[in-house]
């Protein structure tokens, strides 16, 4: 069932320059869809029209079947997760306190909030000893868990994440991209998800949208953009870049192996 709906969407910052063109999409319940495209092609637009943070110039947006203009807007952005690359912990304030302050203002009481912050906590793969610590005790990588599992404690069906894992290391991030993989598996969410990077767009999406100059240049699954891309440049950003992102674990350690015997065989 249509989640998110984009029906004919422009939106223009500065008169008669449209950054976002005629843009027509709909996102099912329990997909994970990643926005990816070259820089300032409109993805943080189009993300952030859905939680209300940028409204469109023209066109529809429908949320859970309400025209958005119709959403009062605290109770739609309290409905909708939103991970962001700085994930903006309140560094006076503890881990599970962290991840309970949604919950606090919804008038959940102190018990039932460490409980999930100790719920979620664990679900990011995070040792529940972190859940007193201050955010200034953990590495990138671990704060950008904790913003993961904020997003988490309202319960909502939409999240929105915005080059979330962007400023972790390399090896972080991969961890990061598998874990929240499976978190999606298991949850079941709508995910909304921006990123610049194609291994992890294809990687991570159950439905790819590559967006070129405000519009949708395609949008499918990881082996219809890389295999069957529409327009030459679909073929062009993903190029050999995307073929490597489709090849497994195994099939790149078996290329490696071919490639250092081969190397042998010529020495
Ligand atoms: N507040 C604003 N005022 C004017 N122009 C803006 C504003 N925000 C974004 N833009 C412009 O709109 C276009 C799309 O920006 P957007 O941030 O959505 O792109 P993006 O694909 O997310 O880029 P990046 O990958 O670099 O973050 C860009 O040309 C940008 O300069």
Known sequence: MTIIEFDKVSKSYEEGKHVIKDISLKIDEGEFVTLVGPSGCGKTTLLKMINKMI???SGRIVIRDKEISTWNTTDLRRSIGYVIQQVGLFPHMTIAENIGYVLKITGEDKVKRRLKALELIKLVGLDEGYIDKYP????????QRIGVARALAGDPDIILMDEPFGAVDEIARKKLQDEFKQIHQKLGKTIVFVTHDIHEALKLGTR????NSGRIEQSGTDKDLVYRP??????????????KALLDENELQKEYEAAILKAEGTK
């Open 55 to 57: 409204m469109s110039t």
């Open 136 to 143: 200034r005790q953990l590495s990138g990588g671990q704060k």
């Open 208 to 211: 790819i949208v590559l967006m």
């Open 230 to 243: 529409r327009t030459p440049f679909v073929k062009d950003f993903f190029g050999i870049k995307g073929y």
